[in-house]
């Protein structure tokens, strides 16, 4: 095993250290490489070192392998443990016979959260491309020639990153997986998935590992010099610009905001983004606009209203353009994203109180002015705020618990192969062992027959959870989960249209109603989640 170190791009201070696996003869392949008027022939190799120099990368290893040297899996695996170990910035891994655009390898190692990340997007597993399970934007199950997978729904894409925060676990895994690679418990796992493995292990030993999507982006593996040719041909077929544009754009929004709000969008993007706007500059914009229509909402008049609506529908585009914009140019802060959180609160109760000013007029009818308005809007703010408090209270119990080690599931080994074990446990049943010769038998000892830790043993919580999952299988059931919460794109819409057609009142009572049963499921599924 030999390493060639190369330095990442001119002037970079941090991010990561890249780890690059040329061990086998397919990334000595050579592709067509196209500069200017000019062409020529260069290794899948050095194709992609040209492209890492490109990014915020810290250096470059390279990890290549002498024909007299010997050396196998194990030795690969200890080699990236040794990395690991010595690195106080994150540790990227991937192989030297990837053929992929410059901007799906950013997607990763140019994230400024340089969190634990693998690169992963939909198709049918290969022996190069192997499954994955996701849940709610993680990786929860990962494979490989040895480890299985169970309903998974997406592949590895050959590009993992592990966080700062997770590289002694990164460091454990790898030496883990050695040891079982020079004892021969992988099975057939060869020196060609050395990424596949620790992705399995890490997921296994509970590292929230972000299952990062490739969008219109291509990047793959080649095993064959007619696939790395044809990978290159396809390469040239993606607008890189336009790709990275819609990958901006969530994947998993309401409804709302997926069908009226994310379709043109991405043209205010790419304007702000020509016109050197930072996300917070479109932030205050969106706060502008709201405030805007807060003053017509409480001029109480029908064209006011109608105006009103108008510009709380853009205040609201705003908003999305400022995530999809943060996105798209990488620019994220923990101020922008708190700003983000906080505005959307202060632009919904100036909304409020613009539409119970002008429903109220001049007219005095009590302290609660005229049809309780003034109650009803209290009402529909404290609904609201209740529903929020749930969410972000939940959010920081459980990264409290996690912190404290309370809410991780157990790990599954490594020398198990299936991932039942891991399933059975996240849909509220009793952990099964997988053994090795293919039985299974309950973490209580007991087998199958109805014994103490079967199937009968699922808790109402479990059936809960598992009932959800399967909602998500359905289109119609899954946006119907998603509208039933009233989302910040659904609330909006519900404010201005009910505000523009009919008045204040009616709008009110619509955010009670709705926003009450939404606060009711909320309230469930976090109680649900709890105490699974």
């Given at each position: 095993m030999?390493?060639?170190?190369?330095?990442?791009?001119?002037?970079?201070?941090?991010?990561?250290?890249?780890?690059?696996?040329?061990?086998?003869?397919?990334?000595?392949m050579?592709?067509?490489?196209?500069?200017?008027?000019?062409?020529?022939?260069?290794?899948?190799?050095d194709?992609?070192t040209?492209?890492?120099?490109t990014?915020?990368?810290?250096?470059?290893?390279?990890?290549t392998?002498?024909?007299?040297?010997?050396?196998?899996?194990?030795?690969?695996?200890?080699?990236?443990?040794?990395?690991?170990r010595?690195?106080?910035?994150?540790?990227a891994v991937?192989?030297?016979?990837?053929v992929?655009?410059?901007?799906?390898?950013?997607?990763?190692?140019?994230?400024?959260?340089?969190?634990?990340?693998?690169?992963?997007?939909?198709g049918?597993?290969?022996?190069?491309?192997?499954?994955?399970?996701?849940?709610?934007?993680r990786i929860?199950?990962?494979?490989?020639?040895?480890?299985?997978?169970?309903?998974?729904?997406?592949?590895?894409?050959?590009?993992?990153?592990?966080?700062?925060?997770h590289?002694?676990?990164?460091?454990?895994?790898?030496?883990?997986?050695?040891?079982?690679?020079?004892?021969?418990?992988?099975?057939?796992a060869?020196?060609?998935?050395?990424?596949?493995?620790?992705?399995?292990?890490l997921?296994?030993?509970?590292?929230?590992?972000?299952?990062?999507?490739?969008?219109?982006?291509?990047?793959?593996?080649?095993g064959?010099?007619?696939?790395a040719?044809?990978?290159?041909?396809?390469?040239?077929?993606?607008?890189?610009?336009?790709?990275?544009?819609?990958?901006?754009?969530?994947?998993?929004?309401?409804?709302f905001?997926?069908?009226?709000?994310?379709?043109?969008?991405?043209?205010?993007?790419r304007?702000?983004?020509?016109?050197?706007?930072?996300?917070?500059?479109v932030?205050?914009?969106?706060?502008?606009?709201?405030?805007?229509?807060?003053?017509?909402?409480?001029?109480?008049?029908?064209?006011?209203?109608?105006?009103?609506?108008?510009?709380?529908?853009?205040s609201?585009?705003?908003?999305?353009?400022?995530?999809?914009?943060?996105?798209?140019?990488?620019?994220?802060?923990?101020?922008?994203?708190?700003?983000?959180?906080?505005?959307?609160?202060?632009?919904?109760?100036?909304?409020?109180?613009?539409?119970?000013?002008?429903?109220?007029?001049?007219?005095?009818?009590g302290?609660?002015?005229?049809?309780?308005?003034?109650?009803?809007?209290v009402?529909?703010?404290?609904?609201?705020?209740?529903?929020?408090?749930?969410?972000?209270?939940?959010?920081?119990?459980?990264?409290?618990a996690?912190?404290?080690?309370?809410?991780?599931?157990?790990?599954?080994?490594?020398?198990?192969?299936?991932?039942?074990?891991?399933?059975?446990d996240?849909?509220?049943?009793?952990?099964?062992?997988?053994?090795?010769?293919?039985?299974?038998?309950s973490?209580?000892?007991?087998g199958?027959?109805?014994?103490?830790?079967?199937?009968?043993?699922?808790?109402?919580?479990?059936?809960?959870i598992?009932?959800?999952?399967?909602l998500?299988?359905g289109?119609?059931?899954?946006?119907?989960?998603?509208?039933v919460?009233?989302?910040?794109g659904?609330?909006?819409?519900?404010?201005?249209?009910?505000?523009?057609?009919?008045?204040?009142?009616?709008?009110?009572?619509?955010?009670?109603?709705?926003?009450?049963?939404?606060?009711?499921?909320?309230?469930?599924?976090?109680?649900?989640?709890?105490?699974?």
């Amino acid at each position: 095993m030999g390493a060639e170190a190369a330095r990442g791009a001119p002037g970079t201070t941090s991010g990561a250290v890249v780890v690059v696996f040329a061990t086998t003869p397919s990334a000595g392949m050579t592709v067509g490489m196209t500069s200017g008027v000019t062409s020529a022939r260069t290794s899948l190799l050095d194709r992609l070192t040209v492209q890492l120099r490109t990014l915020s990368v810290r250096d470059v290893q390279v990890m290549t392998r002498a024909e007299d040297t010997g050396g196998g899996l194990a030795d690969d695996l200890r080699s990236v443990a040794k990395v690991a170990r010595a690195s106080s910035h994150p540790v990227a891994v991937l192989y030297g016979d990837l053929v992929a655009h410059t901007e799906a390898l950013a997607v990763m190692i140019d994230d400024p959260s340089h969190g634990s990340a693998a690169l992963v997007a939909p198709g049918s597993a290969t022996p190069l491309l192997p499954p994955v399970r996701t849940e709610r934007g993680r990786i929860v199950a990962a494979g490989n020639s040895f480890h299985r997978v169970e309903s998974p729904d997406a592949t590895f894409r050959g590009v993992l990153q592990v966080g700062e925060a997770h590289l002694a676990s990164l460091a454990d895994v790898a030496e883990e997986l050695a040891d079982l690679a020079q004892n021969r418990r992988l099975g057939r796992a060869g020196d060609t998935e050395v990424a596949d493995l620790l992705l399995a292990g890490l997921v296994r030993a509970g590292v929230p590992v972000r299952a990062a999507q490739l969008g219109g982006l291509h990047c793959e593996r080649a095993g064959s010099q007619a696939a790395a040719d044809e990978a290159v041909r396809r390469l040239a077929e993606v607008d890189e610009g336009a790709a990275r544009l819609r990958a901006a754009v969530k994947s998993d929004d309401g409804l709302f905001t997926t069908y009226c709000v994310s379709t043109w969008s991405p043209h205010l993007v790419r304007l702000a983004a020509r016109l050197r706007m930072t996300p917070n500059a479109v932030t205050g914009v969106s706060v502008g606009l709201a405030a805007i229509a807060a003053i017509w909402f409480s001029a109480g008049e029908r064209t006011g209203q109608v105006v009103g609506a108008v510009a709380l529908y853009l205040s609201f585009v705003l908003d999305c353009v400022d995530g999809q914009l943060a996105r798209y140019t990488r620019s994220f802060s923990p101020l922008g994203s708190w700003l983000d959180a906080t505005f959307d609160r202060v632009k919904e109760y100036l909304v409020y109180g613009g539409l119970a000013i002008g429903y109220a007029g001049s007219t005095a009818a009590g302290v609660t002015g005229p049809g309780g308005i003034w109650a009803l809007a209290v009402a529909a703010m404290l609904v609201q705020a209740l529903r929020h408090m749930i969410d972000f209270s939940y959010a920081g119990a459980l990264a409290d618990a996690r912190a404290r080690g309370d809410w991780d599931r157990p790990p599954l080994p490594l020398s198990v192969a299936s991932d039942l074990p891991r399933l059975d446990d996240a849909r509220g049943g009793a952990s099964s062992g997988a053994l090795p010769g293919g039985a299974a038998q309950s973490a209580s000892g007991h087998g199958p027959g109805g014994t103490p830790g079967g199937a009968s043993g699922v808790s109402v919580a479990g059936r809960v959870i598992g009932l959800s999952r399967r909602l998500d299988l359905g289109t119609a059931t899954r946006w119907a989960k998603k509208v039933v919460v009233l989302p910040i794109g659904e609330r909006m819409a519900l404010i201005a249209v009910t505000a523009a057609v009919f008045n204040a009142r009616v709008t009110f009572l619509a955010l009670l109603v709705w926003g009450a049963g939404a606060l009711v499921y909320t309230l469930a599924g976090r109680v649900g989640r709890s105490l699974t």
